[in-house]
Structures are given as C-alpha cells and as structure tokens.
C-alpha cells in the first residue's frame, strides 16, 4: 500500500512503475530477444551472401562456413524467441500478480463506502471492467511497449554498425531511413489511431457499465417498457467501442505499409550507393547483404511505432486503474493503523459512544452528531429515525468502514487505535441486502469459520430456522443462485444471522433486516433473529444493535435510541 501512495502528485506514473517489473527480471527478456532479432537479421545476411557467393561456383569449402551461419541463424531464432516468450512473460506476469494484490490491499480499506462515488464516478461496471480489464491491459507495458522498443533500438545500432563495416555509405543510407521510418510511421498511427488507443479503455468501460445497467435492472425495464431504449444506449457504446478498435487497426495496418515502403527504399538506396563501390572494395555477395539486410531491420522496426500505440492504451488504462484507488484515501474513509498495540484485544466487548457524529465522503455536513450510547453485554438496542438520520451510517462505524468525530471506544480503548481486523473481530454486521456467493449454503457458512463441520453448520442453520428449508432443498449442498437469487429476502438474513452466529461476534449490528421480507413475516423473523442471536454459551452476553423502520415489541429489547433526523436545507 505504500507504494501505490507514493508521488501522489503522479498517481498514474506510480501505477505504470509498479507495472514494469524489476531490472533483474527484465534484463533477461531484453536480453533474447535481442538474440532472436539479431539472429533474423543475420540469417538473412547469411543466407544473401551463401546464394550470391555459390553463384560464383567456388569451391564447397569456400561456402562451409556460411552453410552453418544459415543453419545456426535459423535454430538460433526459434529457440532464443522461445526463451525470450518465457522470460519476459513471466516477468510481466509476477509484476502483474503484485500490482493487481498491491491494488486490492488498496482497495480494503475503500470499501464499501470509499467506493460508492458520486454523480461523475464509475459505474459499478465501469469499476469492474478498471479492476479486472484495465489492470490486465497493464501487463502490455513490459511486454508490447518497453521490450520492443529497447530491441529496436539495439537492434537497429548493432545493423548501422555492421552495414557501416561492410560500407559506410550503406550505414548512413539505413540510419536515415531507420529514422525517416520511425518518425514518419509514429506521426501517421497517432494520427489515425492516437485518440482512439486513449479512449478504447473509457469506451471498455461505459459498454460494461450500461451493459451491466441492463442486465441487473431487466424487470424493471420490462415493466415501464424501457428495453428499446436501453438496448440503444448499450448498441451507441458498442458502436463507440467497435470504431474506436477498427481505428486503431487502421493505424496500425498504415504503419506497415509506410514501413513496407520505406524498406524498399532503404534497399534501393543501398543499391545506389552500393553499386558505384563495386571493383573499388565491395564484391557482389557484400553489395546483396548491404541491400537485404534493411528488409529484415526493417522487419525488427516495425514494432517500435506500434509500441508507441500500445503506451497510449496502456497509459490511459494506469490513469483509470489510479482514479479507481486514489493514492488519498477520503478524509471520512479510515487509514489502516499498524503498529505496537493496533492489534491488542479489548479486554471487553462493551462498546460506548460520547458525541458520535459522522457523515458520508465528499458530504460537507454530517449525518448525525452528538450520538451518546453505552452497549453492555446482553443489550439489545433498537436504533430508530427517519430515513436519512444516518442509522444505516452508524452501522458503518462501529464496523470501521467510516471514520468519526467524537469518541466511539471498545472495552475502554479508542477504536481509531485499533486495527480495523481488530474491531471487526469483535464487532459484526448483518447488512439489509446481505450478498451471498454463487455457491451451495456451505461455502456461505464456511467462510464465515471455515473449519466448522457440517453437523456444526446445521446446528446453527437449525438456531436461525431453516433447517427444514434447507433440508428440502437436498441439504448443504444445495446452491444459491448468483447474489443469492433462488434465496427469499428473509432466507438471505437468516443465513447472514447463521454467518455471524459461526464467526461468534460478541456484538452484532442489523442493519434493516426485515427491509426485503413480506410485511406479514417480518415480526416473526424479526423475534427469530434476536432469539437466535442470544449467546448459549454466556448467559445472553452477545449484544445486539437493531436498525429497523419495522416496529419491535418492547418485550424483545432493552432499550430504544432515536437519531434526530437531518436539517432540511
């Protein structure tokens, strides 16, 4: 995470450093596959001089040892190209390994409320797409950007050079081509395709975005009939994206032929220059290399304005993937604190909030402020206000997703001076919508413990009332569904409840739990979720914190806290 701080002032810049692996990993790459394009254009050196020599009938020895350039050129090639494909992608892939965990230790302590933007951020699947597909993009950096222009140019010194020994003129006439090449060629695919190579990541994303739009929200548009209209505005962004990607192939297949040409010419004025030199020191094999020789530079050269491409998309990538993991973290978003005590058990659960007031990132004013609460073991507190005094906030604080002002404390100790895990271990929450994975129950109760048994996972699945559903659905391999889709909203809390029950929280926080459940159920689930929460093992000591619009009996808790709710503007 340190890193990803670093040069706050260039966060994209900090993002393509940590994409490019270290020297060490690097070099070997760099290394053959300057070999393998050295060796291309040797073997066709070789192979023009061996057909031009042997036009001359001499003697076989004469052509021996060039026989065996042709055929060591030829091994050499395939095998050092080969090596050169491991080294470098495993170098890239290692760096792509920790970037992409550096980035989700980044993302840790965002979530879930670092993360929930504002009217010109991402989209959820704009986010994704930054996460997963830009991320990948940056592997291209070592690989089609960095690499290829370091062979290139080395390639293209050590030709200049060899050429020059056979005759100077001729290695002057390939380094000016080389140059007129490459700036001619990089000119004309920006041209082309420089806007596009920058906006083919923004394109990626908004195609995912709407297309996830769609996707989660199909009911809804089928009941207002809005699909047509959706489809379109998913049809314009992959129009956008499709443009966007034949531009860039356009550039690229101009740049060949801009380098097609200017190879041709590179021949033909080795030629012009070569020709005059015959009888005067130059024989005809010499004059055949000097003259064949540019067609395979060339051929080395032509992934150098194309590399250029590639670190337009790439950097345009590491631009998206920064603004997704600031190098700042939100004032109101709390920093992770490491150190001698951050990971010190309270020796309580008891919880006590003195003047607790908060508010969402970018928000100018709080939520709520003032907030005065004492939670013992045993308590059950119901946390009562309209919609928008901040109940679903203070939630989140006493989880450490949000920051605070005033003072919220853990058996005696400060929570900002304890670790995040810390107060986490301690403190659970079952949110109103809880997210269950694409799996069978099991998994979802494993992850909560996972060295629980199975005859443990259906005790407490028999605690939270289920177990005869669950049993009717062929027991704890039974699947979910994706987010939890062949689940009832009141099912889905009760195998939350089932959850925070294994990883035996000494305080649970719901949050609205009968929010998505039959009004004429959410009574009983509600008199179900604070039976179940009762500790068998303490005598009541878990505590409960309850956030809910849905009236509880006063026979089920032991207190009732009203937040104020907000001023109107």
């Not at 003697?59 to 050499?76: C, D, N, T």
């Not at 890239?92 to 920790?98: E, K, M």
């Not at 271990?425 to 199975?454: K, M, W």
Request: aromatic share 4%.
């Amino acid at each position: 995470m340190s890193e990803l701080r670093a040069r706050a002032d260039s966060p994209t810049a900090a993002v393509l450093r940590l994409a490019q692996p270290p020297l060490r990993r690097f070099a070997p790459g760099v290394f053959f596959g300057l070999v393998s394009a050295l060796s291309s254009v040797g073997l066709l050196a070789t192979s023009a001089w061996l057909i031009t020599r042997a036009a001359e009938q001499p003697p076989i020895l004469f052509l021996g040892a060039a026989i065996v350039g042709v055929r060591a050129f030829a091994l050499s090639r395939a095998a050092f190209r080969y090596v050169e494909r491991l080294t470098s992608h495993d170098a890239a892939f290692r760096q792509l390994s920790a970037l992409r965990i550096g980035i989700y230790r980044r993302l840790v302590p965002l979530a879930p409320d670092g993360l929930r933007g504002d009217a010109g951020g991402p989209g959820r699947g704009d986010l994704v797409t930054r996460l997963v597909s830009d991320v990948d993009e940056l592997q291209n950096l070592p690989l089609r950007v960095v690499q290829p222009l370091v062979v290139t140019l080395l390639t293209a010194v050590l030709s200049v050079i060899g050429v020059s020994i056979v005759l100077p003129t001729a290695g002057v006439t390939l380094a000016v081509t080389l140059v007129l090449a490459f700036a001619t060629a990089a000119l004309v695919q920006s041209a082309i395709a420089g806007r596009a190579e920058r906006s083919i990541a923004p394109l990626r994303g908004e195609l995912s975005d709407r297309l996830l739009d769609y996707v989660s929200n199909l009911d809804v548009l089928v009941a207002y009939d809005a699909v047509s209209e959706r489809i379109t505005r998913v049809e314009a962004a992959d129009t956008g994206l499709r443009i966007a990607t034949l531009a860039r192939a356009g550039g690229a297949g101009a740049t060949s032929a801009i380098l097609s040409a200017l190879a041709t010419l590179a021949s033909v004025a080795a030629l012009l220059v070569g020709i005059p030199a015959l009888g005067h020191g130059l024989q005809g094999p010499a004059l055949t290399v000097i003259a064949l020789v540019p067609l395979a530079v060339f051929e080395v050269v032509a992934s150098a304005p194309l590399a250029l491409g590639a670190f337009r998309q790439v950097r345009a990538s590491a631009a998206r993937v920064a603004d997704a993991t600031p190098s700042a973290l939100p004032v109101e978003i709390p920093d992770e604190l490491t150190g001698p005590g951050a990971d010190r058990l309270p020796s309580s659960s008891t919880m006590e909030l003195f003047g607790l007031g908060a508010r969402w990132p970018g928000e100018a004013t709080a939520a709520f402020d003032g907030v005065d609460l004492r939670v013992d073991r045993g308590d059950r507190i119901v946390i009562e206000g309209a919609s928008g005094s901040g109940k679903t906030m203070l939630a989140h604080v006493l989880v450490r997703f949000l920051g605070y002002s005033g003072s919220y404390r853990i058996g005696g100790v400060e929570a900002r001076e304890l670790s995040a895990d810390v107060v986490r271990g301690i403190v659970g929450l079952c949110e109103q919508s809880p997210y269950l994975f694409d799996e069978d129950i099991r998994q979802n109760l494993l992850f909560a413990h996972d060295t629980a048994t199975d005859d443990e996972l259906l005790a407490v699945i028999a605690r939270v009332g289920v177990a005869e559903w669950t049993r009717e659905r062929g027991g704890l391999s039974a699947r979910v569904g994706d987010d939890g889709v062949l689940v009832s909203g009141g099912q889905a809390q009760r195998l939350a409840l089932a959850r925070a029950l294994l990883a035996d929280f000494p305080v649970i926080v719901f949050d609205e739990p009968t929010a998505n459940v039959d009004p004429g159920r959410a009574s009983e689930l509600m008199r179900d979720i604070l039976s179940a929460a009762s500790d068998p093992h303490g005598e009541d000591s878990r505590a409960v914190i309850l956030i809910s619009h849905t009236p509880v009996p006063d026979d089920l808790v032991t207190r009732r806290v009203r937040l104020g709710a907000p001023a109107l503007p």
